[in-house]
């Protein structure tokens, strides 16, 4: 049985569709039948293969940026769980949608045949899973109330079927039309899978949704039509179907990581007094996303957090069946929080143990990265919260029977299930957990960046900054580096000034470090490993010191 059901020229015909007129492209103006990805393969199987193996058929990849557990092959379809739909493995298809395998994600691996190319190169095609009568489910609802639900038609080997959906389409298109009208991906096409992640519109990135298609200028002046007019492969470049990018809270890694400077060069900002200093923050630890995406979902609002406590009814969730997911707090224009990142992130896989906060919660997706870390630039992030998570008493967190949730409105049914599900057993807690996730989409007009004392204050105050610095570790350092007493006498400047003089003499770590909580030896042996056994006062000793670029660790023993 084909896992592609195309009645294509008759069910138009029994719909009273005329047929369209098509621009038809050379190379494909002697398609006459479309019969799935087949018809593709013919003339294309070595980019069927390509796709095969890529990240978005496989739903997985190597973790060689994913510190937890680097060298494996993980994903969305591998150990995959998340602070959103949680376990998407087990959401009887609901997820399945609008992703390019289009036998839903079956437990076996994927054939070439399973590649449904004109999800990614048609923007006219729109698909559904076909509808399978005979496995309608009635389940009784936290509310006591009856819902019946009708699931995706299978084989036997857990293959869903799909088939055009004519109803989304313009009237009188049949698959020949589409086929023969392909084009490389645009806007739409990706956004036609990432826009609506999480189930909603703007609902899970922050930084993109439907409108991003067409955005302003405001919103994105990279794809704006009238400023840049940039395609998504403009930056996420691709060889052999793979493609480069990846989030703070995603596994796998493909191909390489887009940068900025990959179009704007190491010194993107004008040879001006100003653009020198801006130069100098983008070579070093600013990432240019932090000055030049201050909000995002800017085209819409977009989920903060989600309350699996407080079942709320979606009625277009599950293919228009409706379902209960969590209570979702949305909002638009927001201000992002900010981490260190060096390009390498902690994210949980399920069967793994996870160390609770110190306030309780657990985080799924983390930036790595530290104050003056190699590679580390401080970037904006949406900090996502969701509540209810199960977790049980070893530390491991249970994929939920997600289905279960959406059609009852009870977590605790679908927990039950889920450990059913995993072979997990034995009692479980709830905890609540965040995962934090880089906004890079959304870059504003440079007209919008803000000024200097956005960031640093001016000569009369420093409070109420863009930037949390004490948050990102810039104001941890010794009583003596605060009051300028570390290396010399008492002395005053401005805040730019004192940077200027200093920056020139010794590393950021000479102020910017944490109190020591001892020396490593006594001074009669610690001066010398280095030189005969010299006395000095803690400035002097410093003040020689630092400027020749020792660390601290050098000497001291650093909590």
Known sequence: MKKFLFATS???????????????????????????????????PTQGTDMLNSIHMQWK???????????QSLGKGVKGINTFCTYAMSSGGACFNCHVRADGNAPHSPSVNDVDCLMCHSDTYMRKTTPDPSTALTVTDYLGQLKTY????RDAQGNYFTEPDYALMPAGTTMVDVAKNVHKPTRKSCLRCHAKAAGSDWAKRGDMGVNTAAPT??????????????????????????????GIDLRATEAVDPKCQDCHGTAPHAATTIGTKMNRHAASRVGCQTCHIKTFGKGGATEMSRDWGVPTWNPAFCNGQGGYV??????????????????????????????KNADGTVTMAKA??????????????????????????????VPPAIMWMFMTGDMNQAIAKGMLDQGMTGSYTYVNGNAEMLITHGVEPKTMAPACATCHGTYS??????????QLGYHTMPASAKGCTMCHSKKTAAWESMHNTHRSKFACTGCHSATPTALKSPTSTLCKTCHSLKSGTSQYVHGKHIPKGYACTTCHIMP
């Open 10 to 44: 008759a069910l138009a015909i029994l719909c009273g569709a005329t047929h369209a007129q098509a621009v038809v492209l050379p190379g494909h103006a002697n398609i006459t039948a479309y019969n799935g990805p087949s018809t593709c393969l013919a003339c294309h």
């Open 61 to 71: 990849g190597t973790t060689t940026e994913l510190t937890n557990a680097p060298g």
């Open 150 to 153: 009708i699931f995706g038609l």
């Open 217 to 246: 200028d405001a919103q994105d002046v990279h794809m704006s039509p009238t400023r840049g007019n940039m395609s998504c492969a403009a930056c996420h470049t691709t060889s052999k179907h793979k493609i480069g990018g990846r």
């Open 326 to 355: 969590g209570e979702e707090v949305k909002l638009a224009n927001v201000t992002p929080q900010y981490r260190w990142f060096d390009g390498t992130s902690y994210v949980y896989n399920t069967g793994e143990k996870i160390t």
């Open 368 to 397: 790595n990265g530290k104050i003056f870390g190699t590679n580390a630039k401080i970037v904006p992030i949406k900090n996502h919260t969701t509540t209810k998570i199960a977790m049980l008493a070893d530390g491991r967190i």
């Open 461 to 470: 105050g420093h409070n109420n900054l863009m930037l949390p610095f004490t």
